[in-house]
């Protein structure tokens, strides 16, 4: 099999598959030996948010199987797809120290081989709300790209981050539209100690514009506090998001939503019993970053 050992001293690292074939007979080695296998996936410049999906799976599986590609159709013609970072040394460590044993790592002409692909996966409704409004087909490439990694690598479980809130709810609709054999987990964002929530698109950021961006997560924090001294007005708490984010020169609010959990839908009224969720999105100097909060009564 042609897969690459790293060398990182005294421990082996994981191996590393660069095409389809190599990841299938890897995956097919672990599965004879009767291991589950998780997948996380994922488009590298690892931190430690993606750490602890790693350290999650590894609880869960047997094999753990890290995707790092930077999939072009989820990307917009103005975005960051050329100059997304690219760090796959330190991304092969990060893997090895959350206990994955294998990193699958393509070419973009080993997964879109015919950049004439027909064939995408949609799920409507979820997927044009939000996200899907500011970055217009983004999940069409982000449910096409997932769905067939899944069928090269055939993962028993898969883990997404919570910090992408819209993501994990559009891939599990997608696994139960679909009836995927795979068990979507959903891992708790990862933040640095001042509340910002840990992105690779983080390091586009000044250290003032860094200061800028960590409204998102204090506007959260404002609206889960205001629900926990009782306000149930989803629209009053909507308000206190977009004040709070409108008050920060240095960040431009895109979107400020109080939703159901579900359906991601607008809702009137935050009720015990019926999950919401609080989302925002902000461009802060070169980057546009997004952060959400659960809000139970
Ligand atoms: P990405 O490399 O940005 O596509 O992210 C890969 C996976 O890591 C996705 O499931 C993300 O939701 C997850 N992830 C990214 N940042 C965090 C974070 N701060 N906490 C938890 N999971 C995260």
């Known amino acids: 099999m042609n897969t690459e050992p790293i060398a ?3 421990s082996p690292g ?6 389809i074939r190599d990841v299938r007979r890897a ?5 004879a030996d009767g291991k589950t296998i998780g997948l996380v996936p994922t488009m590298g410049a690892l931190h430690e948010g993606h750490r602890q999906l790693i350290v999650e799976a590894s609880r869960s599986a047997d094999l753990v199987v890290v995707s790092i590609f930077v999939n072009p159709t989820q990307f917009g013609p103005t975005e960051d797809f050329s100059r997304y970072p690219r760090t796959l040394e330190s991304d092969l460590a990060t893997c090895g120290r959350g206990g994955a044993a294998l990193v699958f790592v393509p070419d973009v002409s080993e997964v879109y081989p015919d950049d004439r692909a027909a064939t995408f996966v949609e799920v409507p409704g979820i997927s044009d709300v939000l996200e899907g409004a500011s970055r217009p087909g983004h999940f069409r490439g982000v449910a096409t790209v997932v769905l067939k990694l899944f069928n090269m690598v055939g993962p028993d479980l898969a883990f997404f981050g919570a910090k992408d809130f819209q993501q994990q709810a559009v891939i599990r609709r997608m696994a139960r539209d679909l ?6 987990r959903v891992v708790p964002t990862v933040r640095d100690a001042d509340g910002l929530a840990l992105s690779s698109r983080n390091r586009y950021l000044s250290a003032e514009e ?3 961006g960590l409204v998102l997560s204090r ?3 404002e609206a889960r506090g205001s629900v926990d001294a009782g306000e149930t007005d989803a629209g009053r708490v909507r308000q206190i998001l977009r004040d709070a984010i409108e008050s920060e020169r240095g960040a431009t609010l895109d979107y400020a939503e109080v939703v159901d959990v579900e359906t991601l839908t607008p809702i009137r009224a935050i009720e015990a019993g019926r999950g919401a969720v609080a989302l925002v999105a902000a461009r802060v100097g070169p980057a546009r970053l997004i952060d959400n909060a659960l809000l139970s009564p």
């Open 219 to 221: 506007a959260l924090r």
């Open 179 to 184: 009836d995927l054999p795979v068990d979507i």
């Open 210 to 212: 860094r200061q800028s």
């Open 8 to 10: 990182d001293g005294a």
């Open 14 to 19: 994981p191996r590393v598959a660069r095409t």
């Open 27 to 31: 995956v097919a080695e672990a599965r």
